[in-house]
């Protein structure tokens, strides 16, 4: 008999990444192969997202693909916590199951595709299988939130927090170094939250004793020796402790903070957790401690009930704080978001459209003044895309995917994954140019 293969299509965030990356690990150690196309595979499994009616019709598209080129479809993921509209556009499909349901979507590929032989663990490495490059990993800290944002509906989808154990994802953080991972990034819904269901329980980790808890966490991987990027940061105040171990280098200067909006009343509507007050405040308190800090943010604009007063909190905000790298969205209604219970008056659209232009264009000038100021630096970067005289990577202040890029130009060979000293000679508003030394 043939070993039975498995096409896979993975949606959504880095965290929803990683439970694709999950469920492969197990499919190769139980001996079935990966599919590069749905036509000849014995099933396909698609991890899905549900957050924004966007995300839902990626995936609604996903589904149809696969049952058109195969019909053998198992559905898991965000959008499977809802399975109604799934079933009602593909009432003969295999199985659907939530996110982080490995054993369910298992069950459903034991099912319609039985494995040949009882699994072997020795034939997966040590660290799973990984969907990103060799070279950096994301590390999932926890499953679910606590916070109650009306405009997310992950916690339904995904439950309440619950934090891994600090000692459990220190050992994969370590596998992941041995295998030649040279960049974490510590993902999560709040990885500031890291251990508060737990009511920050101890953990021994190498013969010393850590609470499970955001600055224990990052104190311990940031002696893995390899780039350490935080990522889903809120700004509760504990946030300030973890700023001393970027400017040690411990840690890479890097905090991904969804700051969301400015406005005390659009906030107070969006329901957002944590100390956002004084929060210009706490961003001059960072710099002063680690000048070489980058902050990545996300805005929602035209939020219910947001007015051009509101609007322009924000661009003044966006001034003054100076943040590196800064994405928007337009609001979109979700289905199942207490946002659409609030009673606020809508944003018309072409309001919506001109104000996110508006918020990128000043963005887009803060950026670039931001990158010139790295120019005539000397800087480590960690190569993405080698090559004999011109390569492309990113700097501690980039991460993968979201971020820019630094362009290289080099007299020697540089290869995918090397970490290089390189002179950056200009800027534009998104990347950095040099040249290797």
């Given amino acids: 008999m043939n070993t039975p293969k498995i096409s896979f299509v993975s949606l959504g965030c880095p965290k ?24 000849g595979a014995d099933a396909v499994i698609v991890n899905t997202c549900g957050f924004l009616d966007s995300a839902k019709a990626e995936s609604l598209a996903a589904i149809s693909e696969a049952m058109a080129q195969n019909g053998k479809v198992i559905v898991t993921g965000c959008m499977g916590a809802e399975p109604e509209e799934i079933l009602k556009a593909h009432p003969d499909i295999a199985a659907v199951t939530g996110p982080q349901a490995y054993e369910s979507v298992m069950q459903a590929v034991h099912k319609v595709a039985p494995p040949l032989h009882d699994p072997y663990l020795d034939l997966v490495p040590d660290q799973g299988v990984k969907l990103t490059p060799r070279h950096y990993a994301y590390l999932k800290i926890s499953e679910g939130c606590n916070n109650r944002c009306s405009f997310c509906i992950i916690p339904s989808l995904r ?7 600090l000692n459990e994802v220190m050992r994969e953080a370590e596998k992941l170094v041995k295998s030649g991972v040279k960049e974490i990034l510590v993902i999560s819904q709040d990885t500031s939250a890291y251990g508060v269901d737990v009511k920050y329980a101890p953990s021994e980790w190498q013969g010393r004793e850590y609470q499970t808890r955001f600055l224990d966490l990052a104190r311990a991987l940031g002696e893995l020796g390899v780039w350490i990027r935080l990522h889903y940061v809120y700004p509760y105040p504990h946030v300030d402790e973890v700023i001393p171990l970027m400017a040690e280098g411990k840690i890479l200067p890097y905090l991904d903070i969804p700051f969301q909006h400015a406005s005390a009343k659009v906030l107070k509507a969006m329901r957002r957790p944590a100390h956002q007050d004084k929060t210009l405040e706490r961003i001059q308190k960072w710099r002063s401690i680690c ?24 661009l003044s905000f966006l001034d003054e704080a100076k943040l590196e790298r800064v994405g928007c969205f337009p609001y979109e209604p979700v289905k199942g978001a207490k946002a659409n219970d609030l009673g606020l008056e809508l944003v018309d659209d072409e309001i919506k459209q001109s104000r996110y232009k508006r918020f990128m264009e000043r963005q887009q000038a803060i950026s670039a003044k931001r990158l010139a ?55 534009d508003a998104y990347d ?4 290797a030394v």
Avoid: C, N
């Avoid at 929803?16 to 036509?39: C, F, M, N, P």
């Avoid at 000048?291 to 007063?309: K, M, N, Q, Y």
């Fill in 291 to 314: 000048p070489d800090l980058a902050i990545r943010s996300t805005f929602i604009v035209g939020f219910p009930g947001e007015t051009e007063e509101d609007f322009q909190e924000l």
């Fill in 159 to 165: 439950g309440d927090l619950v934090s891994r154990p």
């Fill in 432 to 435: 950095l140019y040099g040249v």
């Fill in 16 to 39: 929803a990444l990683v439970d694709s990356e999950r469920i492969i690990t197990q499919l190769r150690a139980e001996g079935y192969e990966l599919s590069k196309s749905h036509i």
């Fill in 373 to 427: 100021s790295r120019v005539g630096r000397r800087i480590k970067v960690l190569i993405d895309e080698g090559g004999a005289t011109q390569a492309k990577g990113r700097s501690p202040w980039d991460a993968p995917e979201i971020d820019g890029h630094v362009h290289i130009t080099s007299r020697r060979p540089l290869r995918t994954g090397e970490l290089v000293m390189v002179k950056i000679e200009r800027a």
